[in-house]
């Protein structure tokens, strides 16, 4: 697509990124931003976001950006994020929820606390689940919108050395699957899989005993996803409509569908599938009458 095609979809729209301050969400945001979006920002780096918001508006000649504060743990700082989007622009009609973290991103060695083991869940994971819902709730009111869960190649393959932030990352593919019915409802939920890219995530964190993430050597030696491939495959969740319950890798050489696994033979019967296509209008009725009533409720409460 090109850029004047790109402006003329998506000119006006408006868009909350979490984790915009600096890294991909920053460059999703200026990608944004150069197709006429509106972009509020939220994040828990606030001078970083602040400056982002200015250089984007320097470049846009227009206010296109704001920062807003917020740790995407708690559901009181989302509500607030998105509702700048509401007061400021008008509403929401694209969510990226990417802000994500590698700390004690091993798992099998850390601490057996409970408060530093839920940390990097409490980000990664509920920091998408919460902040879909909060999306959700927003995209009901303006009849449809485009959610884009920040996933990673770890949300696919798993191996030694990173498997609490690959748990997590598996959790993010699995929550956004799930999402797929809405499409019916014109919300699209999909996932984004970056390989490894050059921002300072890939650092990793020392061990909670100060010594060094061994997985380091492995990151360093690995190809890397430029971060414009990454950026066009965000960019592609929003233009391509039949993208929905996605999980979408980006790899050094761009973009690959990842394909959804079959069940072996024995999971399915006639009678089941027979069952489940007389389940699946009523759910989808159901969820949509209820979501469009905690829509209303929840806007009544604002
Ligand atoms: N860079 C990679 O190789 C790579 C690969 C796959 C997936 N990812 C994912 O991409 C996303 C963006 O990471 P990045 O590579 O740009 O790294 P980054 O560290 O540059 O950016 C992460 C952003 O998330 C923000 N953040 C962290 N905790 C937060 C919280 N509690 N509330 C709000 N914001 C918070 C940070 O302040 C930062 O701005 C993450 O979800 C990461 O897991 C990155």
Redesign the pocket.
């Known amino acids: 697509m090109t850029l004047e095609q790109d402006i003329a979809l998506m000119s006006n729209k408006i868009a909350v990124v ?10 999703v945001c200026t990608a944004l931003v150069a197709r006429g979006v509106k972009v509020v920002i ?4 606030i001078k ?2 602040q400056e982002a918001v200015a250089a984007l508006n320097k470049n846009a000649g227009n206010e296109s950006a704001v920062f807003q504060y ?4 708690k559901y009181d ?1 989302l509500k607030v994020l998105f509702n700048v989007a509401e007061t400021r622009f008008g509403g929401v009609d694209i969510a990226v929820l ?5 700390i004690q991103a091993g798992g099998l060695f850390d601490p057996m606390e409970d408060e530093s083991e839920r940390f990097i869940h ?3 994971v509920g ?1 998408v689940i919460k902040g879909n819902k909060i999306a959700i709730m927003h995209m009901m009111k303006r009849k449809g919108g485009i959610i884009i869960n ?5 949300g696919i393959i798993s191996g030694g050395g990173l498997g609490a ?1 690959a748990a997590t ?1 598996h959790a993010v593919i699995g929550w956004t699957r799930s999402l797929e019915p809405l499409q019916s409802f014109n919300i699209r939920a999909n996932a984004v ?10 650092k990793l964190p020392p061990n909670p005993d100060g010594s060094k993430n061994d997985f380091l050597d492995v990151l360093d030696a690995s190809p ?2 430029p971060m414009e491939h990454v950026v066009e495959t965000f960019l592609s969740c929003i233009r391509n409509e039949e993208y929905a319950g996605e999980a979408l890798i980006v790899a050094p050489d761009g973009c690959h569908e990842h394909p959804r696994s079959d069940l072996p033979e024995s999971c399915v019967s006639e009678s089941m599938l027979q069952a489940l296509l007389e389940y699946q209008p009523k759910m989808l009725e159901k969820t949509k009458q209820k979501l469009e009533e905690a829509s209303k409720a929840y806007f009544s409460k604002l």
């Open positions: 979490t984790g915009g301050s600096k890294g991909i969400g920053l460059a939220g994040d828990i780096l970083e976001g917020c740790d995407v743990r700082d990417n802000a994500g973290i590698a409490d980000v990664n920091g920040t996933s990673s190649i770890a932030y990352k899989c970056p390989y490894w890219t050059e921002t300072d995530i890939i890397k996803a």
